[in-house]
Every structure is written in C-alpha cells, then in structure tokens.
C-alpha cells in the first residue's frame, strides 16, 4: 500500500512562514497530481494548491501570492511554502495524493493524516 505522512505543522505568529512536508511511501508505480488541502473547525475541507507530475500548479484565490507548492519527483515528496500567513489559515492541512501502486492498475486517491497549522499571535 501507500502511505502519505505530512510534517512542518505547528503555531506561529500572524505574517510567519511555515514549510510543510508530505512524503509518499510504499507500493508506488507512479505518483500523478498531488494536493494540499485544509480543514479549519465547523468548515468543510478545502483545496489549498495542487501540483503535476510536470510541474504544473494551481492556487486557490486565497492564498494566491503566499503559497507556493512544489515537489520533487525523486524523493516523491510535495512541499507547501507558506509565507504571510493569517489567522484565516488556521486549519488541519491534509496531503492527497493520485497514485498508481505495483499492484494496482488504475490511480486511486491517498491521504495523510494532517498537521495542524494555528496562526496567533
């Protein structure tokens, strides 16, 4: 199977930076378009930034200018730069990954388990 585990959470100050790491491990074939979301408490989850194989990104308007999402194929690991952050942004962020394993043929979705981000000061 795969597993995805996401790292670089924690508390910091309004108009900080954080850098969030997911890595994807195990059965892996190939590893198409990966994803950040967010989950902040009483709201549904929400797509942050997603990344191609290729390299393409994708922002919602939210964190447009803020957010940069990246990924290194060789390491099949995807990273979110979070820069001027807000207290809006306090959620649970969430890697999702399209993966096609050894076993399987056709892609399915993976999740990780969360880091918490809280932004206050």
């Known amino acids: 199977q795969v597993q995805l585990v996401e790292s670089g959470g924690g508390l910091v100050q309004p108009g900080g930076s954080l850098r969030l790491s997911c890595a994807a491990s195990g059965s892996i074939f190939s590893l198409y378009t990966m994803y950040w979301y967010r989950q902040a408490p009483g709201k549904q989850r929400e797509l942050v930034a997603d990344?191609?194989?290729?390299?393409?990104?994708d922002y919602t308007d939210s964190v447009k200018g803020r957010f940069t999402i990246a990924r290194d194929n060789a390491k099949n690991t995807v990273y979110l730069q979070m820069n001027s952050l807000k207290p809006e942004d306090t959620a649970v962020y969430y890697c999702?990954?399209?993966?096609?394993?050894?076993?399987?043929?056709?892609?399915?979705?993976?999740w990780g388990q969360g880091t918490q981000v809280t932004v206050s000061s």
């Open positions: 999702n990954a399209v993966v096609v394993t050894t076993t399987q043929l056709s892609p399915r979705d993976y």
């Open positions: 990344i191609t194989r290729s390299g393409t990104t």
